[in-house]
Structures are given as structure tokens and as C-alpha cells.
């Protein structure tokens, strides 16, 4: 089996530079619907046996994008074991202000997650999100797929 990962689009929160998990879903910019419109005639020849994508509406999008180009049509199952990670207190925030205020928090969130102090900000763990995310996709080694495209986030 060969597993294609893909981020979603960017989206005006990256755009502003603010933090975007799991509870925040801001919109695709136009560059990105375009670029994912690129990467699906790039991809419009392969066929999957399964697109996944996180329930968050800015994977599924992406997704749908994707295949919309594609010569095979497959379906996109959205499940939330593939969700970005939960940023709790960060959500929307202003990556610029964090960074300000908690220096060395953000230090370790961008260089060295195990001591960024998720607690701090009520944000899932990092093993929690890790975990949520692989047991997703172990298990699709037994499926019978030659190829699955999974459309998820930058951190999972």
C-alpha cells in the first residue's frame, strides 16, 4: 500500500498568523483552492482506493478539490481521528502576541514539543494527537488498497 499525505489548503488564519487546531476552521484562501486544483491534475491519474480526510472543513474541502480533478472517482470518508491537534486557550490567537508573552513555551511548541507544557494552554498532548492520529492509520495496512490519499493538517 502507498499513502499519500496531504495538508489542507492555506487558510486566512494562516494568512493573519494565527494558531489553528482543532476548534478553529477558517477558510481557504483563493491561492490555495488553485494550488489544490494544481496538485489534483497532478494527481488525476492516480487512483485511490480511499481518500480520507479530517472532518474539519478546511481537509475536507482540500480533498474534495483534489478530487474533483481526478479521472477516478473515489469516495472521501471524513473522520475525526485525523483532526489537527486541540490548541485549547491558543485557538485564534495571534501567533506574534503568544510568542510575546510566553517566549519560552513558544520556543519549545516550534523546536522541542516535550517541553512545551500543553496543560498550560488547555491543548491536547502531543502523545494524545501522535496516538489519536496512528491508530487511525495502522490499520489501513489491511485494507485492500493499492493507494490512499489521507488529507489532514501540518501537526498530525
Not at 13 to 37: I, Y
Not at 99 to 113: D, G, K, S, V
Not at 131 to 155: C, M, N, W
Amino acid at each position: 500500500m502507498k499513502l499519500y499525505f496531504v495538508r489542507h489548503g492555506r487558510t486566512e488564519w494562516n494568512q493573519e498568523g494565527r494558531f489553528q487546531g482543532a476548534s478553529g476552521d477558517s477558510p481557504l484562501l483563493p491561492t490555495a483552492v488553485e494550488e489544490l486544483h494544481t496538485l489534483g491534475k497532478h494527481l488525476a491519474q492516480t487512483q485511490f482506493g480511499k481518500i480520507y480526510s479530517s472532518d474539519l472543513s478546511r481537509a475536507v474541502r482540500s480533498a474534495e478539490i483534489i478530487q474533483e480533478e481526478s479521472q477516478f472517482q473515489t469516495e472521501i470518508l471524513s473522520v475525526p481521528e485525523l483532526r489537527e491537534w486541540q490548541l485549547g486557550k491558543l485557538e485564534g490567537a495571534k501567533i506574534s502576541t503568544i510568542e510575546a508573552i510566553y517566549p519560552h513555551q513558544m520556543t519549545a511548541f516550534r523546536h522541542n514539543l516535550s517541553q512545551f507544557n500543553h496543560t498550560f494552554f488547555d491543548a491536547e498532548s502531543v502523545y494524545h494527537t501522535t496516538h489519536r492520529t496512528i491508530s487511525f492509520i495502522k490499520p489501513l495496512k489491511e485494507k485492500d488498497y493499492e493507494q490512499v490519499l489521507i488529507v489532514g493538517h501540518g501537526a498530525t
